[in-house]
């Protein structure tokens, strides 16, 4: 069996179920999942009059969230209803981003052959999980602009017939723009964990003492930027769906 350094592109699968692979990342999806909602029940069940220091904590991060949220959709109540979403992706992406960095993610596994399969895999550098979470947030951005703007209106945004040839290119380009945010979405998550990953497997196999540790602690942060850059894109193009076509902001109802 070869020792030396291995990379996997692709989630590897455990096993099947009805002809389904069940793949090490998505095992890991569930976990932490699992574990991220627990936490959050136990955390939240027994809010206190006078909080202590752990729900002031969670308390200000919330209201810190909310703020930003109202001032860039300029709604208080549309902030409250997205809140719940942007809130859960950016803390659901920042669980699996730093589970990476357990000791037994990716050395716990068995052998196939002469391959090592890990039991467990960070979801977020398999393309299958960044793409499937680029799907629900370009949906949920979608469909919230045809909500708050109707039907047609929304689409006046990408099919102008009335503004000329160049008006009819632009809507079209716009079109395009729109489209590519699910590729841009998930490939930007994928490639900067994925790239993080592998460069901390070579540092820990060229240089085992020293040098990984401070690749680590800057994986920690690029883990959480990540995180929050996906959310606050979600937000932002929330914010970009239910402009009007010609500038002026819609009201939630």
Not at 67 to 72: I, L, P, Q, R, V
Not at 131 to 141: D, G, K, P, S, T
């Amino acid at each position: 069996m070869d020792g030396g350094l291995h990379i996997a592109l692709a989630a590897e699968p455990l096993f099947y179920v009805l002809g389904v692979p069940i793949t090490n990342a998505l095992v890991t999806e569930l976990f932490v999942g699992v574990v991220v909602v627990t936490l959050a029940f136990f955390i939240g069940r027994n809010p206190r009059l006078i909080p202590g220091r752990l729900q002031t904590a969670f308390e200000w991060l919330f209201e810190f969230v909310l703020d930003m949220m109202e001032k860039t959709l300029e709604n208080r109540a549309l902030a409250r209803k997205f809140f719940p979403l942007i809130m859960s992706i950016f803390i659901f992406v920042l669980a699996l981003n730093w589970f990476e960095f357990l000791p037994f993610v990716g050395s716990v596994g068995f052998w196939h052959g002469e391959e090592f399969v890990p039991l467990l895999r960070t979801p977020t550098t398999d393309l299958n999980f960044t793409l499937a979470l680029a799907a629900i947030a370009y949906l949920v951005i979608e469909v919230t602009g045809i909500v708050v703007l109707g039907f047609l209106r929304y689409g006046s945004k990408f099919v102008t017939l009335n503004q000329g040839v160049i008006g009819f290119f632009m809507g079209l380009i716009e079109l395009v723009s729109n489209l590519a945010r699910l590729i841009s979405f998930s490939f930007r998550l994928f490639g900067n964990i994925f790239a993080g990953e592998v460069l901390i497997a070579v540092a820990a196999y060229f240089l085992p003492v020293g040098l990984p540790l401070p690749v680590m602690l800057f994986e920690v942060f690029v883990g959480l930027v990540q995180a929050a850059i996906f959310a606050l894109l979600t937000l932002v193009f929330i914010k970009i769906a239910i402009t009007q076509p010609h500038g002026k902001e819609a009201t939630a109802h």
